[in-house]
C-alpha cells in the first residue's frame, strides 16, 4: 500500500445463502484518482459498494480508508469519514423538493438537531438557511440549479440521476462512489453526468465508479479494476485492461453503448 | 360541567394525544397502539403525586414527561433492532401489558377502582378549579404542544424524520443517524401523551384503567387517521369530529349493550375505508 | 401435588394446541404474504361466532365447525380481494395496511359484538361438560376436540405444503415472492389460497377454543398475540416452529400458575419475548 492509496480493499469474502458474492476480493483505489469498477454483471460490484460504505458486513477481510480500517464503522459514520455513494436504484426522496433531497445530505451544524428545534428556533431556522443555501450551490454544480425547487417527480431519469451526484456532493466527503451513473441515459444526459463526473475530479475528489459503458470508462478513468466473480481479477491502466482479450471474453454479456 | 366545555376539554386533550401519534406514525412511520397505555402512566404518575402532595401539578408533570419520554423510546426499540413487523406485537403487548399492571397494580393505581380526587392543578398561585379555568389549561397546554410540534416540522430535524420514513437507507447513505432520530421522536412523542394524561386526570378528578385500554390507542389512531396525518390542522379536526360522535349516535335509539361496539365499529370502518380510500384523511397528508 | 401440576400441563398442552392453530395459520399468510394480518383475530372470533351461532339453532358441533369455517373462509378472500389486494395496487405502504387490517380486525369483533352480544357466552351443546380420564389427568370432551381438531389439522397442513403442488407453490412464492412475480408464479393467486386455508383454519380454532371455554368479542387479540409470539419465535415461515412454541408457551404458562397468578400470564409471556428478541430475534426454527 503506497501513500496515494485512499481505499484499500482487502480479503473481502461475502456469502449469501449458498451463493459467494464476493470471494477474496482485493483493490485499490489511489487518492484523487477516479478507479472505475468493471466486470459482467452479478460480478459483486453493487456488493463490494455496500461493503466499503457499510451497508453490508463482509464474512471476512477488511476496508482501510487513508490507512485506517473502518470495518467497525456504521454506514453513518463512514460518510462522516469521507465516503460517500449513490444508489444504483437512486433512492430519492420523492415526496421532497429537489432542493431538500440535497438538503439532507448536507451535514449538521449545532442547530440542526431536535433540541434547537424546539428550543432555539432562530438557531434551527438558521441551520435551514445556511443548508438550503449549500444544497443550491451543489445543484448548481452538477447543473441543476434551475430545478431547485421542483417536486423530484417533475425531473427526467437523466435529470433524477445527477441529483443523486449533488446529495452526496453535499455530504463533503473526498471519496465519491457512484453506481452506474451513466445506465439507462439517453445520449444527452450521458453527456451532462460525464461533464458532472469530470468536474468532480477537478475539483480534488476520489472516484470509484461501477461503469459498464467502456467509451465512458476510456474517457474518465485513470484506472480500472475488473471484477469477476466476486474476484478482482486484474487492475490497471485503462488501455491495457480493455485491450486484454481474455477480460473481453469474460465481460461480453453485452452491453449496448451510447458513445460517451 | 357544561357540555360544551367539557367537550372542548376533551378534544383538547385528545388534540395533544393525535399530534403524539401523528408524530410516531404520522411522520416517522412507526406503527403503534401503546398511545394510550403512555398517556395512563403519564395520567397515573401525575394524580399519584399530587393526590399525596409530593409535588405540585406542574413538577409532577414535568416527571411524567420525563418517566413516558423514557418509556416510549423503550417500546420504540424493537423497531430498530430488527426486521421485520416485530414491533407490532411489542406493541401490542405493551397496550396489553400496560391495562394489566393499570388493573393489577392496586396499591399504585387503585385497582379497577382507579384514583378518585384527584386535586384541582395548582400552577404558582393560581389555582385551576372551575370548568373554565381547566378549560383555559388544557387549551394552553394545546397551544404549547402545538408549537412545539410546529417548530419540529420546519425546522432541518423535522426534514430528516420525513426522510427517515421516506428511506432509511438513504438516510444513512446521507450520513444521517435513522436510529437516534427514531428514538428521538419516539421520546417527544411520549412526552406530549405524559402531557395529555396529567390533564384528563384534572378534568375529571378520577381516573381508571378503562380509560387507557387498547380501544383508546384505537381511538387515537382513527382520530389521526380522519384528520389526517403530518398537519396540525388534521391532529386538532380529527378529535373535534370523533369526540361529536357519541353525541351523534344518541339521536339514534341504540340498544345500551350496543353502544360501545357502535363507536368502535364506526371507529374500525373508519380506519379502513379512509386507508383505502383516503389515506391523507380530511386535512392531513398521505400515511 | 404432581397430579395437580400434570393436570396444569395436559390443561397447558390443549390450549397451546388451540393456540398452534392460530399461529400454524398466521405464519402460512405471513410468511407466504409479507402483509402482518391483524385481522387473523377478527375471523378466529368470527368463526367462534359463527359456530356458536349455528349450534343454538340446533345444527351438531362438527358441522357448525364445518360452516363456520367455509363462512370465515369467505369472509378472509373478501378482506385480501377488498382490502389487501386493493392497498397492493395503489402501492400503499406497509403502514397503511397494517392500520387497515387493525381496522377490519375492529369491525369484526364489534359486528358479532352487535349482532350477537358484547358480553361472554358459551356452548349450548350438551356433552360439552363431558369428562375422561387419563391417569391423573382430567379432560373434558371439549379439550378432546381442541386436541384432536388441532393435531389433525396440524399434519393436513404439512403434508399440503410439502406434498402437493399448491403447497410447493406456496413454498416457493414465501421464499421469494419478487422472482415468483417475474417468473409467472402469480403471487396473488397464491394470496387468496393462503388466506381462504388460514382463514377456515383459524375459524376451527375459534370454534374449538370457544367451544371448550367461552366466546367473547375482544379476545381474539390476546390469542392473536400469543400466537405471534409463537410464530416470530419459531421462525417466520415454520409451521412446526409455529405450533411447537405455542404448546410451549402456553405449558410454560400453565406450569408458572403454581406461583404466578393467572392475570399475570401475559406479562409473562410478553416479558419472554422481548427477552427473546434480545437474544435470538431470528427464531429458533428459521429455514430462511
Same mark, same amino acid.
Given at each position: 500500500?503506497? !501513500? !496515494?492509496?485512499?481505499?484499500? $480493499? /482487502?480479503?473481502?469474502?461475502?456469502?449469501?445463502?449458498?451463493?459467494?458474492?464476493?470471494?477474496?476480493?482485493?483493490?485499490?483505489?489511489?487518492?484523487?484518482?477516479?478507479?472505475?469498477?468493471?466486470? #459482467?454483471?452479478?460480478?459483486?460490484?453493487?456488493?463490494?459498494?455496500?461493503?466499503?460504505?457499510?451497508?453490508?458486513?463482509?464474512?471476512?477481510?477488511?476496508?482501510?480508508?487513508?490507512?485506517?480500517?473502518?470495518?467497525?464503522?456504521?454506514?453513518?459514520?463512514? $460518510?462522516?469519514?469521507?465516503?460517500? /455513494?449513490?444508489?444504483?436504484?437512486?433512492?430519492?426522496?420523492?415526496?421532497?423538493?429537489?432542493?431538500?433531497?440535497?438538503?439532507?445530505?448536507?451535514? !449538521?451544524?449545532?442547530?440542526?438537531?431536535?433540541?434547537?428545534?424546539?428550543?432555539? #428556533?432562530?438557531?434551527?431556522?438558521?441551520?435551514?438557511?445556511?443548508? /438550503?443555501?449549500?444544497?443550491?450551490?451543489?445543484?448548481?454544480?452538477?447543473?441543476?440549479?434551475?430545478?431547485?425547487?421542483? %417536486?423530484?417527480?417533475?425531473?427526467?431519469?437523466?435529470?433524477?440521476?445527477?441529483?443523486?451526484?449533488?446529495? $452526496?456532493?453535499?455530504?463533503?466527503?473526498?471519496?465519491?462512489?457512484?453506481?452506474?451513473?451513466?445506465?439507462?441515459?439517453?445520449?444527452?444526459?450521458?453527456?451532462?453526468?460525464?461533464?458532472? $463526473?469530470?468536474?468532480?475530479?477537478? !475539483?480534488?475528489?476520489?472516484?470509484?465508479?461501477?461503469?459498464?459503458?467502456? /467509451?465512458?470508462?476510456?474517457?474518465?478513468?485513470?484506472?480500472?479494476?475488473?471484477?469477476?466473480?466476486?474476484?478482482?481479477?486484474?487492475?490497471?491502466? #485503462?488501455?491495457?485492461?480493455?485491450?486484454? %482479450?481474455?477480460?473481453?471474453?469474460?465481460?461480453?454479456?453485452?452491453?449496448?453503448? #451510447?458513445?460517451? | 360541567?357544561?357540555?360544551?366545555?367539557?367537550?372542548?376539554?376533551?378534544?383538547?386533550?385528545?388534540?395533544?394525544?393525535?399530534?403524539?401519534?401523528?408524530?410516531?406514525?404520522?411522520?416517522?412511520?412507526?406503527?403503534?397502539?401503546?398511545?394510550?397505555?403512555?398517556?395512563?402512566?403519564?395520567?397515573?404518575?401525575?394524580?399519584?403525586?399530587?393526590?399525596?402532595?409530593?409535588?405540585?401539578?406542574?413538577?409532577?408533570?414535568?416527571?411524567?414527561?420525563? =418517566?413516558?419520554?423514557?418509556?416510549?423510546?423503550?417500546?420504540?426499540?424493537?423497531?430498530?433492532?430488527?426486521?421485520?413487523?416485530?414491533?407490532?406485537?411489542?406493541?401490542?403487548?405493551?397496550?396489553? =401489558?400496560?391495562?394489566?399492571?393499570?388493573?393489577?397494580?392496586?396499591?399504585?393505581?387503585?385497582?379497577?377502582?382507579?384514583?378518585?380526587?384527584?386535586?384541582?392543578?395548582?400552577?404558582?398561585?393560581?389555582?385551576?378549579?372551575?370548568?373554565?379555568?381547566?378549560?383555559?389549561?388544557?387549551?394552553?397546554?394545546?397551544?404549547?404542544?402545538?408549537?412545539?410540534?410546529?417548530?419540529?416540522?420546519?425546522?432541518?430535524?423535522?426534514?430528516?424524520?420525513?426522510?427517515?420514513?421516506?428511506?432509511?437507507?438513504?438516510?444513512?447513505?446521507?450520513?444521517?443517524?435513522?436510529?437516534?432520530?427514531?428514538?428521538? =421522536?419516539?421520546?417527544?412523542?411520549?412526552?406530549?401523551?405524559?402531557?395529555?394524561?396529567?390533564?384528563?386526570?384534572?378534568?375529571?378528578?378520577?381516573?381508571?384503567?378503562?380509560?387507557?385500554?387498547?380501544?383508546?390507542?384505537?381511538?387515537?389512531?382513527?382520530?389521526?387517521?380522519?384528520?389526517?396525518?403530518?398537519?396540525?390542522?388534521?391532529?386538532?379536526?380529527?378529535?373535534?369530529?370523533?369526540?361529536?360522535?357519541?353525541?351523534?349516535?344518541?339521536?339514534?335509539?341504540?340498544?345500551?349493550?350496543?353502544?360501545?361496539?357502535?363507536?368502535?365499529?364506526?371507529?374500525?370502518?373508519?380506519?379502513?375505508?379512509?386507508?383505502?380510500?383516503?389515506?391523507?384523511?380530511?386535512?392531513?397528508?398521505?400515511? | 401435588?404432581?397430579?395437580?401440576?400434570?393436570?396444569?400441563?395436559?390443561?397447558?398442552?390443549?390450549?397451546?394446541?388451540?393456540?398452534?392453530?392460530?399461529?400454524?395459520?398466521?405464519?402460512?399468510?405471513?410468511?407466504?404474504?409479507?402483509?402482518?394480518?391483524?385481522?387473523?383475530?377478527?375471523?378466529?372470533?368470527?368463526?367462534?361466532?359463527?359456530?356458536?351461532?349455528?349450534?343454538?339453532?340446533?345444527?351438531?358441533?362438527?358441522?357448525?365447525?364445518?360452516?363456520?369455517?367455509?363462512?370465515?373462509?369467505?369472509?378472509?378472500?373478501?378482506?385480501?380481494?377488498?382490502?389487501?389486494?386493493?392497498?397492493?395496487?395503489?402501492?400503499?405502504?406497509?403502514?397503511?395496511?397494517?392500520?387497515?387490517?387493525?381496522?377490519?380486525?375492529?369491525?369484526?369483533?364489534?359486528?358479532?359484538?352487535?349482532?350477537?352480544?358484547?358480553?361472554?357466552?358459551?356452548?349450548?351443546?350438551?356433552?360439552?361438560?363431558?369428562?375422561?380420564?387419563?391417569?391423573?389427568?382430567?379432560?373434558?370432551?371439549?379439550?378432546?376436540?381442541?386436541?384432536?381438531?388441532?393435531?389433525?389439522?396440524?399434519?393436513?397442513?404439512?403434508?399440503?405444503?410439502?406434498?402437493?403442488?399448491?403447497?410447493?407453490?406456496?413454498?416457493?412464492?414465501?421464499?421469494?415472492?419478487?422472482?415468483?412475480?417475474?417468473?409467472?408464479?402469480?403471487?396473488?393467486?397464491?394470496?387468496?389460497?393462503?388466506?381462504?386455508?388460514?382463514?377456515?383454519?383459524?375459524?376451527?380454532?375459534?370454534?374449538?377454543?370457544?367451544?371448550?371455554?367461552?366466546?367473547?368479542?375482544?379476545?381474539?387479540?390476546?390469542?392473536?398475540?400469543?400466537?405471534?409470539?409463537?410464530?416470530?419465535?419459531?421462525?417466520?415461515?415454520?409451521?412446526?416452529?409455529?405450533?411447537?412454541?405455542?404448546?410451549?408457551?402456553?405449558?410454560?404458562?400453565?406450569?408458572?400458575?403454581?406461583?404466578?397468578?393467572?392475570?399475570?400470564?401475559?406479562?409473562?409471556?410478553?416479558?419472554?419475548?422481548?427477552?427473546?428478541?434480545?437474544?435470538?430475534?431470528?427464531?429458533?426454527?428459521?429455514?430462511?
Amino acid at each position: 500500500m503506497t !501513500d !496515494d492509496t485512499h481505499l484499500e $480493499v /482487502r480479503d473481502v469474502d461475502l456469502n449469501f445463502g449458498g451463493l459467494k458474492a464476493l470471494d477474496d476480493c482485493s483493490f485499490t483505489a489511489r487518492k484523487g484518482l477516479v478507479t472505475c469498477l468493471a466486470g #459482467p454483471n452479478g460480478a459483486g460490484k453493487t456488493t463490494i459498494f455496500n461493503v466499503i460504505t457499510g451497508f453490508l458486513k463482509p464474512g471476512s477481510g477488511t476496508i482501510c480508508f487513508r490507512g485506517e480500517a473502518i470495518d467497525a464503522l456504521s454506514p453513518k459514520e463512514r $460518510v462522516a469519514r469521507g465516503i460517500a /455513494r449513490t444508489f444504483q436504484d437512486l433512492r430519492l426522496f420523492t415526496e421532497m423538493s429537489v432542493s431538500d433531497n440535497v438538503v439532507i445530505y448536507v451535514p !449538521d451544524d449545532s442547530g440542526s438537531g431536535p433540541l434547537a428545534a424546539l428550543v432555539r #428556533p432562530f438557531a434551527a431556522a438558521r441551520s435551514l438557511r445556511a443548508k /438550503r443555501e449549500k444544497a443550491v450551490a451543489v445543484l448548481e454544480r452538477v447543473g441543476l440549479g434551475h430545478k431547485v425547487d421542483a %417536486p423530484v417527480t417533475s425531473l427526467s431519469y437523466g435529470q433524477q440521476k445527477l441529483l443523486c451526484i449533488a446529495r $452526496v456532493l453535499a455530504t463533503g466527503a473526498e471519496m465519491l462512489l457512484l453506481d452506474e451513473p451513466t445506465s439507462g441515459l439517453s445520449q444527452s444526459a450521458l453527456h451532462e453526468m460525464v461533464a458532472a $463526473v469530470e468536474r468532480l475530479k477537478a !475539483d480534488g475528489h476520489t472516484l470509484l465508479i461501477v461503469e459498464h459503458n467502456t /467509451r465512458v470508462v476510456t474517457r474518465i478513468a485513470d484506472e480500472i479494476v475488473f471484477l469477476h466473480r466476486g474476484h478482482a481479477i486484474r487492475q490497471g491502466a #485503462p488501455e491495457v485492461i480493455l485491450s486484454d %482479450p481474455e477480460l473481453e471474453r469474460i465481460y461480453f454479456g453485452g452491453v449496448v453503448e #451510447p458513445a460517451a | 360541567m357544561s357540555f360544551f366545555l367539557s367537550y372542548l376539554i376533551l378534544s383538547a386533550i385528545f388534540a395533544i394525544l393525535a399530534l403524539s401519534t401523528n408524530l410516531l406514525v404520522g411522520l416517522v412511520g412507526i406503527f403503534s397502539v401503546s398511545q394510550a397505555a403512555i398517556f395512563g402512566v403519564g395520567a397515573y404518575i401525575v394524580a399519584g403525586l399530587t393526590m399525596h402532595s409530593v409535588m405540585p401539578f406542574l413538577p409532577a408533570l414535568v416527571v411524567a414527561m420525563a =418517566v413516558c419520554a423514557v418509556l416510549n423510546v423503550l417500546l420504540a426499540l424493537p423497531s430498530l433492532r430488527v426486521a421485520g413487523d416485530y414491533f407490532v406485537v411489542t406493541s401490542f403487548g405493551s397496550q396489553l =401489558v400496560a391495562t394489566a399492571l393499570f388493573i393489577n397494580l392496586v396499591f399504585l393505581t387503585g385497582g379497577a377502582s382507579g384514583l378518585s380526587g384527584i386535586p384541582a392543578p395548582e400552577i404558582l398561585c393560581w389555582k385551576a378549579v372551575l370548568p373554565w379555568q381547566i378549560a383555559i389549561l388544557s387549551i394552553a397546554a394545546l397551544a404549547f404542544v402545538s408549537l412545539m410540534f410546529w417548530l419540529m416540522m420546519r425546522s432541518p430535524f423535522g426534514k430528516l424524520i420525513n426522510a427517515v420514513r421516506l428511506d432509511e437507507n438513504a438516510v444513512r447513505a446521507a450520513g444521517k443517524g435513522v436510529r437516534s432520530t427514531k428514538l428521538v =421522536v419516539a421520546a417527544i412523542s411520549g412526552t406530549f401523551a405524559a402531557i395529555a394524561g396529567g390533564l384528563y386526570g384534572v378534568h375529571l378528578s378520577y381516573i381508571d384503567p378503562v380509560s387507557f385500554d387498547i380501544h383508546v390507542s384505537i381511538l387515537i389512531l382513527a382520530m389521526m387517521v380522519f384528520g389526517g396525518a403530518r398537519t396540525l390542522a388534521g391532529s386538532i379536526l380529527g378529535p373535534l369530529v370523533l369526540l361529536a360522535l357519541p353525541q351523534l349516535l344518541n339521536l339514534i335509539q341504540l340498544p345500551s349493550t350496543s353502544i360501545g361496539p357502535v363507536r368502535q365499529l364506526i371507529y374500525g370502518l373508519l380506519l379502513v375505508l379512509f386507508m383505502l380510500f383516503r389515506p391523507q384523511g380530511l386535512l392531513g397528508k398521505k400515511i | 401435588m404432581a397430579g395437580f401440576l400434570l393436570q396444569l400441563l395436559a390443561d397447558g398442552l390443549v390450549t397451546g394446541i388451540g393456540i398452534g392453530l392460530v399461529a400454524i395459520s398466521f405464519t402460512l399468510y405471513y410468511a407466504t404474504t409479507g402483509t402482518f394480518h391483524v385481522a387473523h383475530a377478527g375471523l378466529y372470533t368470527l368463526g367462534a361466532y359463527m359456530a356458536w351461532w349455528l349450534t343454538t339453532m340446533s345444527v351438531p358441533f362438527a358441522l357448525a365447525c364445518i360452516a363456520a369455517a367455509a363462512i370465515c373462509l369467505l369472509a378472509g378472500l373478501l378482506v385480501q380481494v377488498l382490502v389487501y389486494d386493493r392497498l397492493d395496487r395503489t402501492d400503499a405502504s406497509p403502514l397503511a395496511k397494517l392500520i387497515a387490517s387493525l381496522g377490519v380486525l375492529y369491525v369484526l369483533q364489534n359486528l358479532v359484538a352487535i349482532l350477537f352480544s358484547p358480553d361472554l357466552l358459551q356452548f349450548p351443546t350438551a356433552w360439552r361438560g363431558g369428562v375422561i380420564q387419563l391417569g391423573e389427568v382430567y379432560l373434558s370432551y371439549a379439550q378432546l376436540v381442541v386436541a384432536g381438531s388441532g393435531l389433525v389439522i396440524f399434519a393436513a397442513l404439512m403434508a399440503f405444503t410439502r406434498l402437493t403442488m399448491a403447497g410447493t407453490r406456496i413454498r416457493a412464492v414465501a421464499s421469494n415472492p419478487f422472482l415468483a412475480e417475474i417468473t409467472q408464479l402469480r403471487p396473488h393467486r397464491v394470496y387468496l389460497m393462503v388466506m381462504a386455508i388460514a382463514s377456515a383454519i383459524v375459524a376451527v380454532a375459534g370454534a374449538a377454543i370457544g367451544f371448550d371455554q367461552a366466546i367473547q368479542p375482544y379476545t381474539g387479540i390476546l390469542v392473536l398475540l400469543v400466537a405471534t409470539i409463537a410464530v416470530i419465535a419459531g421462525g417466520i415461515g415454520s409451521i412446526t416452529g409455529a405450533f411447537v412454541i405455542s404448546i410451549f408457551l402456553s405449558v410454560l404458562q400453565n406450569a408458572t400458575l403454581v406461583v404466578l397468578p393467572g392475570r399475570w400470564s401475559i406479562a409473562l409471556t410478553f416479558a419472554l419475548f422481548i427477552a427473546f428478541i434480545v437474544i435470538r430475534p431470528r427464531g429458533l426454527f428459521a429455514h430462511r
